[in-house]
């Protein structure tokens, strides 16, 4: 079956500080992969996605790379501001499903805390 | 328009009523999904709906029961439920059912009393 595993936190950071969080995943064929973020008492947003091997995906600052080798999608921020502390989950969907539908398979969520 | 709406915001029910979630999105999207989330756990896929059609129901209870009247309207009919279905439930929407992104609601939260 499909699998995220992700670092959990919380992950404490000053601001200004470069951000990493680590997500490996496990699935056949070649997944879509994705960062959503969610803010208290929000919704999911999409913040950025990536559909085939070395596709970079990027928005707001925050970039991560689909590494079809190592199986992983990190994501990365330079410098991170108070306003991106939130719950960040890395998430697939399969190219084909028996079924002809599925949903997101989603990691655990990493809370990131940002100091000022 | 890349919203999908949901209501209500907040509900707060008996274990004896019986309510209804709705969502809405006009994006043509042709993918609807429900997804339950619990205080700092991942969502939870319950139901996929694929062109009007329920594809896939997550061995839910009978108590939740889903219905997608056209292409943008999905709901999910709720009847003595019990606390521990006290929730956040999202709804998304997709372009289609596989291999592409899904756009989320805001969500209602769900207390059941």
């Known amino acids: 079956g499909n699998s995220v595993t992700q670092m959990e936190g919380p992950v404490t950071l000053s601001e200004e500080a470069f951000l990493t969080i680590n997500c490996t995943y496990t699935?056949?064929?070649?997944?879509?992969l994705f960062w959503y973020v969610q803010y208290p008492g929000e919704g999911l947003q999409l913040l950025l996605k990536a559909t085939k091997a070395d596709d970079k995906g990027s928005n707001k600052g925050f970039e991560a790379t689909y590494r079809k080798e190592t199986t992983s999608f990190h994501l990365e921020k330079g410098s991170v501001q108070v306003s991106d502390s939130a719950v960040y989950f890395c998430a697939l969907i399969p190219m084909y499903s028996g079924g002809g539908a599925d949903g997101l398979t989603f990691g655990k969520g990493t809370h990131l805390i940002i100091q000022p | 328009d890349t919203e999908v709406t949901q209501t209500p915001k907040h509900l707060v029910m008996g274990m004896t009523n019986k309510k209804s979630l709705k969502c809405e999105q006009h994006?043509?999207?042709?993918?609807m999904y429900w997804y339950k989330q619990k205080a700092k756990k991942p969502p939870e896929l319950m139901f996929v709906y694929s062109y009007e059609k329920l594809s896939i129901n997550e061995s839910v209870p009978s108590r939740f029961s889903p219905e997608c009247p056209n292409s943008s309207l999905l709901n999910l009919h709720l009847h003595a439920l019990q606390p521990e279905d006290s929730a956040l439930y999202l709804c998304?929407?997709?372009?289609?059912?596989?291999?592409?992104?899904?756009?989320f609601g805001q969500g209602t939260r769900l207390t059941v009393v």
């Open positions: 699935a056949t064929g070649y997944p879509s």
């Open positions: 994006m043509g999207h042709r993918a």
């Open positions: 998304a929407s997709s372009p289609r059912s596989l291999n592409t992104e899904a756009f």
